[in-house]
């Protein structure tokens, strides 16, 4: 795979006006910033909105990320942006977090291992002890929290206390847990779960039996951003698959686990490569 070189991104979200992107341009051009990569999108639905992403080569580039945000920090005002930067070198810690149900994380795995997911993954959590086996052959410390009804805010502050300062976002490969609130707080927008249907159909448990009584022609996958509202969170990605009156429920469980796994890669993918910019409950995906 060849090596890509390091570039800077940067991601805006901004009231819409005349005069954004000649600024930004301005910028990168007057601190020897070559532009590698550049998309925008604005809304006049409701209040006017911008927002773009813009990539430049970090070689040659004459600050650093210190000054980069010093001297940023005066064009961000007068637009009122909200804005982040981004360095491609500095990889993304993230802890991956399962229960039993091994496909997505096996698929995430090795995807990392074979360089197709750029981060770092510091551990895994699970409330079984099932994984650690698997865990320890792609040499990742495996971390066991039980969780239990009664206990639950007590067990989920102790796995929140472990992962400060580890990591920078986490995935929930199947994890059959309820984040509490104060959880999601402390990861807003940085919790990507995959939910096992093309939401918002089939909500709640036993998707695939319930496609199955209903004679689905599709299932699907969504990726979503964890919020308090249960499988309500910004969407990242999504995806389907054909099923037909052939399918028996075990075929949908089947084909619902690929596309579960190729859905959650993607948007694993799309958040470390910085290009998921979330607006109210929506995402724009650059």
């Not at 990168?28 to 070559?34: D, Q, Y």
């Not at 919020?227 to 037909?244: K, R």
Request: charged share 25%; glycine share 4%.
């Amino acid at each position: 795979m060849p090596v890509k070189k390091p570039t800077i991104t940067l991601l805006i979200s901004c009231p819409d006006r005349p005069g954004i992107v000649a600024a930004i341009s301005r910028f990168i051009f007057m601190h020897n910033g070559n532009i590698v990569e550049s998309d925008q999108h604005s809304t006049n639905q409701g209040e006017a909105s911008f927002f773009m992403r813009v990539s430049f080569a970090e070689e040659g580039f004459q600050l650093d990320e210190v000054a980069l945000k010093e001297a940023f920090a005066p064009i961000a005002k007068e637009f009122q942006m909200k804005w982040s930067v981004h360095y491609s070198r500095q990889r993304m810690r993230a802890a991956i977090f399962v229960s039993r149900l091994d496909h997505c994380l096996v698929d995430l795995l090795w995807r990392w291992k074979s360089g197709e997911l750029l981060m770092d993954i510091p551990c895994i959590i699970s409330n079984h002890p099932d994984m650690e086996p698997l865990a320890r052959m792609y040499e990742i410390p495996y971390e066991y929290f039980p969780v239990q009804k009664q206990t639950r805010r007590q067990d989920q502050e102790r796995m929140l206390a472990f992962l400060e300062g580890k990591v920078d976002f986490l995935i929930l490969a199947r994890y059959m847990q309820i984040l509490e609130p104060f959880f999601v707080h402390a990861y807003q927008h940085r919790i990507i779960n995959i939910h096992h249907s093309f939401l918002p159909a089939f909500v709640g448990a036993n998707p695939y039996q319930r496609a199955f009584e209903r004679g689905v022609k599709l299932i699907g996958a969504t990726a979503h951003y964890v919020t308090d509202e249960l499988d309500e969170g910004p969407i990242i990605a999504q995806d389907v698959i054909h099923c037909d009156h052939r399918d028996s429920t075990e075929d949908l469980v089947r084909k619902g686990r690929d596309v579960e796994r190729r859905v959650l890669a993607e948007a694993v993918r799309l958040h470390t490569e910085a290009r998921v910019l979330v607006y109210r409950n929506k995402t724009l995906v650059f």
